[in-house]
């Protein structure tokens, strides 16, 4: 077996809530792409407080693999949560988040590591967006939105295919529990120096659970966060 194509090191996570059916073909599919890619790797699964049995998948797992590191919150804290969580777990050098739900390519983190020293941080936007059309308007709303108020260029604000060096977050804080934490990251990364550049990735249909980030209640947190992390994020005193 010959050398991995990336002398680095890397953490993969990914968020996930009642993911059940999901969680481990895409555990085995991201296994599977970084062996033969990355020389030092880890994958980090967050359970944020499910209710059917994602848990109990992610344990199996972690047990069948050294490399996999199952991480559960007691309940569920939120997408914010969720990402605060790995983001601080990670141990290497390098690290990439997607989401739990398999609507994305994981084989195309092959593409943003190609480009790694291009930029800090490498934001995979959806070319062709397989969600329901006012999913899309609500998204290209919130996106616009954000990046006016916090002051930060990024094609797919929420996005979830992103790859970062790790160091980031030992220099920016993360408030937010919710819905407004690429957001978040994005403008007090972009305020701290640090570059980014956008890169198409496919997006696939959901094939099994259930989306939460168009309930109401979600956006309604959303939009609280943004307005009382505005001030903060834009000018590093708190509001």
């Given at each position: 077996?010959?050398?991995?194509?990336?002398?680095?090191?890397?953490?993969?996570?990914?968020?996930?809530?009642?993911?059940?059916?999901?969680?481990?073909?895409?555990?085995?599919?991201t296994v599977?792409?970084?062996?033969?890619?990355?020389?030092?790797?880890?994958?980090?699964?967050?359970?944020?407080?499910?209710?059917?049995?994602?848990?109990?998948?992610?344990?199996?797992?972690?047990?069948?693999?050294?490399?996999?590191?199952?991480?559960?919150?007691?309940?569920?804290?939120?997408?914010?949560?969720?990402?605060?969580?790995?983001?601080?777990?990670?141990?290497?050098?390098?690290?990439?988040?997607?989401?739990?739900?398999?609507?994305?390519?994981?084989?195309?983190?092959?593409t943003l590591?190609?480009?790694?020293?291009?930029?800090?941080?490498?934001?995979?936007?959806?070319?062709?967006?397989q969600d329901?059309?006012?999913?899309?308007?609500?998204?290209?709303?919130?996106?616009?939105?954000?990046?006016?108020?916090?002051?930060?260029?990024?094609?797919?604000?929420?996005?979830?295919?992103?790859?970062?060096?790790?160091?980031?977050?030992?220099?920016?804080?993360?408030?937010?529990?919710?819905?407004?934490?690429?957001?978040?990251?994005?403008?007090?990364?972009?305020?701290?120096?640090?570059?980014?550049?956008?890169?198409?990735?496919?997006?696939?249909?959901?094939?099994?659970?259930?989306?939460?980030?168009?309930?109401?209640?979600?956006?309604?947190?959303?939009?609280?966060?943004?307005?009382?992390?505005?001030?903060?994020?834009?000018?590093?005193?708190?509001?």
């Open positions: 077996m010959g050398q991995p194509k990336y002398d680095i090191s890397l953490s993969v996570f990914f968020p996930c809530y009642n993911e059940e059916a999901n969680v481990e073909p895409l555990a085995r599919k599977a792409v970084l062996e033969p890619l990355v020389r030092d790797w880890e994958l980090i699964l967050v359970n944020d407080g499910s209710r059917d049995k994602t848990g109990e998948v992610i344990d199996r797992l972690g047990a069948e693999n050294p490399r996999i590191r199952p991480v559960h919150h007691a309940k569920n804290g939120g997408y914010g949560a969720a990402l605060q969580t790995g983001f601080r777990s990670a141990k290497k050098d390098y690290v990439f988040f997607t989401d739990g739900d398999g609507q994305f390519d994981v084989r195309e983190i092959e590591l190609d480009r790694r020293a291009e930029a800090d941080i490498l934001c995979g936007y959806r070319q062709h967006r329901k059309w006012i999913r899309k308007v609500n998204a290209a709303c919130w996106g616009w939105l954000v990046k006016r108020m916090l002051r930060f260029r990024c094609r797919d604000v929420d996005g979830a295919f992103k790859l970062f060096r790790r160091e980031i977050f030992d220099h920016i804080k993360m408030k937010s529990n919710g819905a407004m934490i690429s957001a978040e990251i994005l403008a007090r990364a972009s305020r701290a120096g640090y570059t980014m550049i956008d890169i198409p990735v496919t997006h696939l249909p959901r094939m099994a659970g259930t989306q939460t980030g168009a309930k109401f209640r979600v956006i309604l947190k959303a939009f609280k966060e943004l307005v009382k992390l505005r001030k903060e994020i834009l000018t590093g005193k708190k509001a």
